[in-house]
């Protein structure tokens, strides 16, 4: 079992930066893919990012490429995600999640409760 407890989130202008953290529980977390999603108002989750168990491979959405870098600690339980220029279309709640991958919903077992991010135009 892997508990997962998102923060970071807030507002922020239009061209500034956030990093969101995910503190997980269990001593799986290492054995899991981290992914990145999030879900804007009126519009389905989305992938955002995600870093394999041994943070050799790491993948993005074609949106965020570029501007977001996903990481992971392994001895903290903890992992995160950087995200530059940000613009308003990436506001949204983000939620990290623990699984085995890919880039849908289905590849990822634990959810955490999601974090509030906000970019003013």
């Known amino acids: 079992q892997v508990q997962l407890v998102e923060s970071g989130g807030g507002l922020v202008q239009a061209g500034g930066s956030l990093r969101l953290s995910c503190a997980a529980s269990?001593?799986?977390?290492?054995?899991?893919?981290m992914g990145w999603f999030r879900q804007a108002p009126g519009k389905e989750r989305e992938f955002v990012a995600a870093?394999?168990?041994?943070?050799?491979?790491?993948y993005y959405a074609n949106s965020v490429k570029g501007r977001f870098t996903v990481s992971r600690d392994n001895a903290k339980n903890t992992a995160y995600l950087q995200m530059n220029s940000l613009k308003p279309e990436d506001t949204a709640v983000y939620y990290c999640?623990?699984?085995?991958?890919?880039?849908?919903?289905?590849?990822?077992?634990?959810w955490g409760q999601g974090t509030q991010v906000t970019v003013s135009s």
């Open positions: 999640a623990a699984g085995y991958g890919g880039t849908r919903d289905s590849g990822f077992i634990y």
């Open positions: 269990g001593r799986t977390f290492s054995s899991y893919t």
């Open positions: 870093i394999s168990w041994s943070t050799s491979s790491t």
